[in-house]
């Protein structure tokens, strides 16, 4: 295929039904779009229903890890940070995090090219049968707390100043706890924890509909997630986990309402299906119109950094190769944004105030679901000098083999 006649035709095309501007815009957008990959898609998973099944060539260890996502960087330059968790990350015993891998690991990415982004602590594993921040027994809740103030220390000494918290606190039975006594629990332990968190780290407390087999999940919605960030303060908000919904959630009206309140939140991008399946992102209208939000919100790609919202994906391929689903996702994310940034604002705010309710729909989708983006996502790599087809370019470049080979 002749890519720069493609290309040309492409953005052509483009420009003649949205204008240059707004094509110019959307490149300029695509070029400056960053997101964190999770350290964790890359390592082994173990269980499941395809027993201990994990792709050939796993990253065995952290520094495995960062391997794999320069290589992700260096195919997409847009990934220049790694989310990690402290207990799989940083931890010999699962247990305690310990603070010499932290700082062996954070020299090693610099000297290889990326750096630390969200550090998360890590409430589940041993111990956290019976909760974390809610457990009943104040020794776990300590551990936990104690985590959570080493993970705000070390976001800000070697991360971006980004700490973002996931509790799988809750029930499994009806009775089996005080759901009340639940919620207050988690509410003291995170100010107790916020109150030793230095304030210029960004605290985003996620939420979950359920984890299989939960009968309740104390921070179960946005709702309780918006509740919580403004008991602590300013520098919380909320991380919206795409897959954390019931299903028939509109995702946007959320992004919508917390845009309007000025909370600093952010994302963990995935696909769902069934339930939360951590899968590739995919390029659904639904995404698209949540980036539409975020452009319209001036909480993406703003030059003004510190109003930009943190941009994570989440995502966890216990069965296909990694390397193709996290730069499948890379490329789901760009063509989102892309779309989102061309759509006619302008002409759309004409047809609500006339109510004209299907033009403005349809309107819409022709940016949001029906042109073909992938001329401006190209043209964005051309002027980057970076590959037009990561996927293809990570085939041949003999990455996977020499993994199998090095990992056996
Ligand atoms: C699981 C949880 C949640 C969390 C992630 C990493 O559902 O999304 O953010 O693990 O800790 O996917
Ligand atoms: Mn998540
Ligand atoms: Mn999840």
Avoid at 120 to 136: I, K, M, N, Q, V
Avoid at 230 to 256: C, R, Y
Avoid at 280 to 297: H, S, T
Avoid at 336 to 362: G, P
């Amino acid at each position: 295929m002749n890519y720069e006649k493609w290309i040309e035709n492409g953005i052509k095309q483009l420009e003649d039904e949205f204008g240059q501007e707004k094509v110019k815009k959307s490149i300029e957008y695509v070029k400056n779009f960053e997101v964190e990959i999770p350290s964790w898609i890359f390592g082994n998973f173990g269980g499941g229903r395809f027993g201990n099944y994990t792709p050939p060539g796993y990253a065995r260890n952290i520094y495995e890890k960062i391997d794999d996502a320069c290589f992700v960087h260096k195919l997409t330059g847009c990934t220049p940070r790694i989310a990690t968790h402290i207990l799989w990350d940083f931890s010999i015993n699962g247990i305690e995090p310990d603070y010499k891998i932290v700082k062996d690991v954070y020299e090693y990415a610099k000297e290889k090219g990326i750096s630390l982004g969200a550090i998360s602590p890590t409430y589940f594993l041993t111990g956290s049968h019976r909760g974390s921040f809610t457990c009943p027994d104040i020794k776990t809740r300590k551990r936990y707390i104690e985590q959570t103030i080493f993970g705000a220390e070390i976001a800000k000494k070697y991360g971006n100043k980004l700490l973002t918290l996931w509790f799988p606190d809750g029930s499994l039975y009806p009775g089996q706890i005080d759901l009340s006594e639940s919620y207050k629990l988690m509410k003291k332990s995170l100010i107790e924890s916020y109150e030793e968190i230095p304030k210029d780290v960004i605290v985003l407390i996620e939420y979950k509909l359920f984890e299989p087999g939960t009968y309740s999940t104390t921070i179960s919605d946005w709702g309780t997630s918006y509740i919580l960030a403004k008991a602590l303060g300013k520098n919380a908000g909320v991380l919206i986990d795409l897959g954390h919904h019931p299903h028939g959630v509109n995702i946007e009206q959320i992004v919508s309402t917390l845009i309007s309140e000025n909370l600093h939140c952010g994302f963990h991008f995935n696909t769902r299906y069934a339930a939360d399946d951590d899968h590739a992102v995919e390029p659904n209208p639904q995404i698209a119109r949540i980036f539409y939000e975020l452009v319209k919100g001036k909480v993406i790609c703003n030059k003004e950094k510190k109003k930009n919202w943190a941009y994570m994906i989440d995502q966890a391929s216990g069965r296909e190769n990694r390397f193709h689903s996290i730069l499948h996702s890379i490329d789901s994310l760009q063509i989102s944004l892309a779309r989102a940034v061309l759509v006619e604002e302008e002409k759309i705010k004409n047809l609500q105030n006339k109510d004209e309710i299907i033009l403005a729909n349809r309107t819409f989708n022709s940016a949001i679901s029906l042109c073909d983006v992938r001329p401006i996502i190209l043209k964005a790599r051309l002027e980057k000098n970076l590959p037009l087809d990561p996927i293809k370019s990570y085939i041949e470049s003999g990455y996977q083999k020499k993994i199998e080979v090095k990992r056996k």
